[in-house]
């Protein structure tokens, strides 16, 4: 099940402050935004996803030289990716590490990034080795190798955006349990981050992938809709573009039910026939067994530890 770590070390936030501190020590209202993301996420991603999607069929696959215009357009999303990235990044999150520019500049950057990007995706794209055999399956096999290269783009945008998001979201208590004990006790509104607590996250999250996110993959990739190189292209750019300006402006959204909210409105664009319904319960079932699974498991090992150390 493609569940949400953000909406787990919610739940289990919550539900170590329910019980080690009290009832009223959280802020509901952060956790009833959070709810409301659990519908308003996935439908964003997934009408970005689907007007991504419509937008190919048309100025691409519904023409008489898909090939052609394949190689015409496709350079243009792949600037568009690396704009969108680029100027969060520029905007929001450099800042961080103390690169500092106005809002002029970043625009003007992201610009020049955005049109670097499209010209070395034109130019990968002819040196492609297509087939040149004169059928109407192979002029679409040829466009989907087009496509499989901005899908490397794309691959990339959606796990800068999960770094973004979920990592920071997983480490988040540990940099903050780490400064209250480099302080002495004193808890403070910022503090630093600790530079080892980065590498530690960024262990981690490739660690996870290597061993156990095949079946998750399997999930995302094929059992929800049928996924070619355009249609899966069009889910990750959606879900990146979502995910990055949700990180920048803060809130703690899910990557993954922004990503199944986009692989979702691919598969609407092709007709509700083409989206596995059974999966799709399955995975909002989890979605919402998530949060109060975190608050018991976190409930429990905390009055186990408690009883052990008491």
């Known amino acids: 099940w493609p569940v949400s770590t953000t909406h787990s070390i919610v739940g289990a936030i919550i539900g170590f402050a329910a019980v080690g501190v009290g009832p009223d020590s959280g802020d509901w209202s952060q956790v ?5 993301s659990w519908i ?13 999607f419509q ?8 023409t008489d030289n898909p090939l052609a215009n394949a190689k015409r357009y496709v350079p243009f999303y792949m600037a568009f990716a690396g704009f969108v990235m680029s100027l969060v990044t520029i905007t929001k999150g450099l800042k961080h590490v103390g690169f500092k520019v106005s809002t002029g500049e970043a625009y003007m950057l992201a610009i020049v990034i955005a049109v670097l990007i499209g010209i070395a995706g034109k130019i990968a794209i002819s040196r492609l080795h297509l087939s040149s055999t004169p059928s109407k399956q192979t002029n679409f096999n040829n466009v989907e190798k087009v496509f499989a290269i ?22 988040g208590p540990l940099a903050a349990v780490v400064s209250v004990v480099n302080s002495g006790g004193i808890i403070s509104a910022k503090s630093p981050l600790i530079w080892w607590i980065l590498p530690l996250g960024g262990l981690g999250i490739v660690l996870g992938l290597a061993i156990f996110g095949k079946r998750v993959m399997q999930t995302i990739g094929k059992n929800i809709t049928h996924l070619t190189p355009s249609r899966g292209f069009a889910a990750e750019l959606a879900a990146a573009s979502t995910v990055v300006i949700a990180s920048g ?8 039910q922004t990503l199944v909210g986009a692989v979702l409105g691919v598969g609407m664009a092709r007709g509700i026939a083409a989206i596995n319904i059974g999966v799709v319960r399955n995975i909002v079932v989890s979605w919402v067994v998530t949060l109060p699974a975190g608050a018991g498991l976190s409930i429990l090992f905390f009055f186990t530890i408690k009883g052990i150390f008491n």
Do not use: E, R, W, Y
């Open 150 to 171: 901005l899908m490397l783009m794309t691959a990339c945008c959606m796990a800068f955006a999960h770094g973004s998001n979920d990592v920071a979201n997983a480490i």
């Open 249 to 256: 402006t803060g809130l703690p959204i899910s990557t993954t």
């Open 32 to 36: 009833t935004g959070i709810v409301g």
């Open 55 to 62: 937008s190919v069929q048309k100025l691409i696959f519904n």
């Open 40 to 52: 308003v996420t996935p439908a964003i991603s997934g009408f970005i996803a689907f007007c991504i």
